[in-house]
Every structure is written in structure tokens, then in C-alpha cells.
């Protein structure tokens, strides 16, 4: 891939990536966040951070289907990245909106209500990718530990996926989408393991 069109197709991924928080921003200043603001922040936040993580895990299945869509590699941390960005913004929105940074009301919470000690499950597993995510700290971990760690993502998202449903009312189904598509791309991996595997045998 050129350089250009990649410069060109990154600073397109940036701006799509900010896009939710631009317009989160956007609606806090004219004050349009409508009549609940803090599940506002918090519903559009979280619904990023999942989906922006999901869409990271899907580039290893369409890289190994096709070589030729080998060059989305160089977008799988910028997603991330952006991914853990949202979950921050999240998991801050309960703590300031709806905690009001009290530590007492978050350790009862996270005792009590198991969609939010789920999401903190997830966040705290996100966070140490997040800050392996340097070139350096591939360097120093060595390229198998490094993946080692980095397949906590898929557990990450696991418990991301699990805290959306535990969220939502009764007979809602708005995590279902989501749901579907992380479940087909963690079954993609083994079954496109074992497709490799016996075309290099047959080979």
C-alpha cells in the first residue's frame, strides 16, 4: 500500500473514531444530550469502546481469508487504542455522574451489582493492552509473551458483551447485533486455524 493512501486512510480512521465524542462534546455545549444526560454519555461511550473492539478483533479473520487485506494490521491498534479511550470515558461517566467519586458508593456497587463489576472486569483487562500497545513494550516483552497477554482482548470483550446485557432491561435487544458478530469471530479463529493447518498438510 502506498504511503499516501495509508496516511489518508488513517487520519479517515481517526476522524471516524473521534466522531462519537465530537458529537458527545457537540450536544454537552449546546446542551442536546437530551433528558438524561449521564445515560446519555454513558450508553453512546460504552456502545464505542464495544464496538470499536470488536471491529479490531475482526481484522485477524480477514487477513488470514484473503493476503491481500494484509495492510489492515496497521489499523488493529489504532482501533484498540480508541477502544480503550471509549471504556475510559465510560467507566469515568459512572464514576463522576453516577458515583460522584465517592469510593464508598463504587465499592458497594461493584460488590452489588454484577453489570457494573463486570465492566470493570472489562476495563482492567483492557488496561494492561493498552499499555503494552508500544512498539518498546513488544521490544521488552518478547513477541510470544507479548501475544500471550494480548489475547486477553478476546475475554475483554467477553465481559464487555456481558455487561451490556446485564445493563439493558429485561427483553431488550439491543446487544444482540454485537453478540452475534463477536461470537462468529471467536468462532472464526479455530475454524480458520484448522483450515490452515490442513491445506498445509495437504501441501
Not at 456502545?47 to 493476503?67: E, H, K
Not at 446487544?175 to 480458520?192: Q, S
Request: net charge positive.
Amino acid at each position: 500500500m502506498k504511503r499516501l493512501t495509508l496516511i489518508l486512510l488513517k487520519t479517515l480512521t481517526w476522524l471516524a473514531c473521534l466522531g462519537q465524542f465530537g458529537l458527545l462534546v457537540y450536544e454537552a455545549v449546546t446542551n442536546t444530550l437530551g433528558p438524561d444526560p449521564s445515560s446519555k454519555i454513558a450508553l453512546s461511550t460504552g456502545y464505542a469502546a464495544l464496538l470499536l473492539l470488536i471491529v479490531s478483533l475482526a481484522i485477524t479473520p480477514l487477513r488470514r481469508l484473503s493476503p491481500r487485506l494484509s495492510w489492515l494490521i496497521k489499523f488493529r491498534r489504532l482501533l484498540g487504542l480508541f477502544a480503550f479511550f471509549y471504556a475510559t470515558l465510560h467507566l469515568l461517566t459512572y464514576v463522576a455522574l453516577y458515583a460522584g467519586f465517592d469510593v464508598n458508593t463504587m465499592e458497594t456497587d461493584i460488590a452489588k451489582r454484577r453489570f457494573i463489576t463486570m465492566g470493570v472486569a472489562a476495563w482492567l483487562l483492557l488496561l494492561p493492552l493498552a499499555a503494552t500497545s508500544t512498539n518498546w513494550a513488544i521490544r521488552k516483552l518478547g513477541g510470544k509473551r507479548w501475544n500471550r497477554l494480548h489475547k486477553l482482548v478476546y475475554v475483554a470483550a467477553v465481559c464487555g458483551v456481558i455487561h451490556y446485557w446485564w445493563q439493558v432491561k429485561p427483553g431488550v435487544l439491543s446487544p444482540l447485533m454485537l453478540t452475534v458478530v463477536l461470537g462468529v469471530l471467536l468462532l472464526a479463529r479455530p475454524v480458520l486455524a484448522w483450515f490452515q493447518q490442513r491445506k498445509a498438510c495437504a501441501a
